[in-house]
């Protein structure tokens, strides 16, 4: 992690992206890391930063603000934290239907990216995945992904609105096949099926660029 905030800041020196009138919350119970992320998402242009340290305040959060990028540690020790405390958060907003926002990307932030959170993150209804020590550039890198990138969401029996898990496995075993020396499968269709027929167009929704390696490596951009 960055040893300071200050150093957080003066590490980034770039054209702010169009995020001022975008909100973005970071959830995370760690005080310096909260700082860093504060001072990184300003020198982005962002001017509508919410943090929140207790996982159990979130979804109340979502309930009523529209936020349009969420970043949410995996693991919490407050009141409702747990070591998956950011997973079961995802999944709870993945299937709340009074979220104002359900199209809003999620980012699992974790010092613990192994090949196990990975794919459990994908089935959560993660959008992206960074790992810890964060950077300027792997976070710009993701927020302009999360921004850039079109790709439709899919529902699921059980209220779930969120990434198409069934395109997300598949993405991620491509990746673990590459990584591994395999050859990739072919595509098949996917099992959640698109957003009913009026309920807008495509959201901004990434892909899973993350290179996969083995249980104790880290995950980045």
Same mark, same amino acid.
């Given at each position: 992690?960055?040893?300071? #905030?200050? +150093? ?18 970071? /959830?995370?119970? =760690?005080?310096n ?7 990184? %998402?300003?020198?982005?242009?962002? $001017? ?9 305040h ?5 309930? +009523? +603000?529209?936020?349009d990028?969420?970043?949410?540690? *995996? ?11 950011? &997973?079961?958060?995802?999944? @709870?907003? $993945? ?5 104002? =926002? ?19 993150? /994908?089935? @959560? ?11 300027? +550039?792997t976070?710009?890198?993701? *927020?302009?992904? &999360? ?7 899919? $529902? ?17 075993e ?11 499968e #072919?595509?098949?269709?996917?099992? &959640?099926? #698109?957003?009913?027929?009026?309920s ?8 899973? =660029? ?9 995950? %980045?951009?």
């Amino acid at each position: 992690m960055f040893r300071s #905030a200050r +150093h957080a800041g003066a590490a980034m020196n770039t054209v702010p992206e169009d995020f001022a009138d975008r909100r973005v919350v970071v /959830v995370d119970d =760690n005080r310096n890391f909260q700082q860093v992320m504060r001072v990184m %998402l300003r020198s982005f242009g962002f $001017r509508r930063i919410d943090v929140i340290a207790e996982a159990d305040h979130f979804l109340g959060h979502l309930e +009523h +603000h529209h936020v349009d990028f969420a970043f949410v540690d *995996l693991v919490m020790t407050g009141t409702g934290g747990s070591r998956q405390a950011g &997973l079961s958060l995802i999944r @709870a907003v $993945r299937r709340s239907p009074v979220v104002v =926002n359900r199209a809003m990307p999620m980012v699992l932030v974790t010092g613990h990216a192994s090949r196990g959170v990975i794919v459990a993150s /994908v089935e @959560a209804g993660a959008d992206h995945v960074l790992a810890k020590p964060v950077s300027p +550039h792997t976070v710009l890198g993701c *927020l302009k992904a &999360l921004k850039g990138s079109e790709r439709s969401y899919g $529902r699921g029996a059980d209220g779930y609105f969120g990434p198409d898990i069934a395109e997300a496995r598949q993405r991620l075993e491509r990746r673990l096949r590459l990584s591994e020396g395999r050859r990739p499968e #072919a595509p098949h269709a996917t099992s &959640l099926p #698109a957003p009913a027929a009026g309920s807008g167009r495509p959201y901004p929704v990434p892909g899973f =660029n993350v290179p996969v390696r083995d249980e104790s490596s880290h995950f %980045l951009d």
